[in-house]
């Protein structure tokens, strides 16, 4: 089955700081990964997403994300936190039907940034 | 370009009541999707449609309902509410010009209770 995981349900990080938030799939095939970002009350916003080729794919907002094959992983990263960062963090991938069309979400992470 | 709007905001149904939770979208984009997200659960799939008179069941689509008439909308319908759809709903839209996923852009979402 196609899935997608967050370990990590709260994540806190000082200002400044680098920061991480996780994910790990479980996908056959090639892997389409996506971060999404949820402020409060608002919709989801697309940060970036892997397709293929450079395992360090750059996203909106200073954010990166890097995939690792051989652990199967997808996580998010960004050198130096903002307060402005802290939101509710989702990966997504492809859902049962194996297309990115059809997504699957991991049950998010929440990231707050301390001042 | 207003992107995806969603009307009503909040709702609050009793058991057995129907509705219709709107999604319209200004962005010319062929798929359109509805979710709903639970606490600490992610967000799963209802129904999608891939263009104007398509639609497919998504991951939960039991006691729900969609039509797709124009591009433009994507009308969710709950016939008999139950407690169990209590939840947060989320349309979304794409571009689909990669079949292997383009980035979704989300409604604020439709808070819905049902006692």
């Known amino acids: 089955a196609q899935s997608v995981a967050q370990p990590e349900d709260q994540v806190n990080v000082a200002e400044g700081n680098p920061l991480t938030v996780k994910c790990t799939y479980s996908v056959s095939g090639n892997p389409y990964l996506f971060w999404y970002v949820q402020y409060p009350n608002r919709g989801l916003q697309f940060l970036l997403k892997y397709i293929t080729g450079d395992n360090l794919v750059k996203g909106s907002y200073g954010f990166e994300a890097e995939f690792n094959k051989s652990q199967t992983s997808f996580h998010l990263k960004k050198p130096s936190a903002l307060v402005s960062d802290s939101a509710l963090y989702f990966c997504?991938?492809?859902?049962?039907?194996?297309?990115?069309?059809?997504?699957?979400f991991g049950s998010g992470t929440q990231l707050t940034v301390l001042p | 370009n207003a992107g995806v709007t969603q009307t009503p905001k909040f709702r609050i149904l009793k058991i057995g009541q129907s509705m219709t939770l709107q999604c319209t979208q200004d962005m010319n984009h062929n798929y359109m999707y509805w979710y709903r997200q639970d606490p600490g659960m992610g967000l799963k799939l209802i129904y999608y449609s891939v263009g104007a008179g398509i639609t497919d069941k998504g991951e939960v689509p039991n006691g729900y309902n969609v039509s797709r008439s124009t591009t433009e909308d994507f009308p969710l319908r709950l016939e008999l509410a139950a407690p169990s759809q209590t939840s947060v709903y989320f349309c979304a839209s794409s571009r689909d010009r990669d079949r292997r996923g383009d980035e979704q852009f989300f409604g604020p979402g439709t808070r819905l209770t049902v006692l």
């Open positions: 997504a991938g492809p859902g049962s039907s194996g297309s990115a069309r059809q997504l699957t």
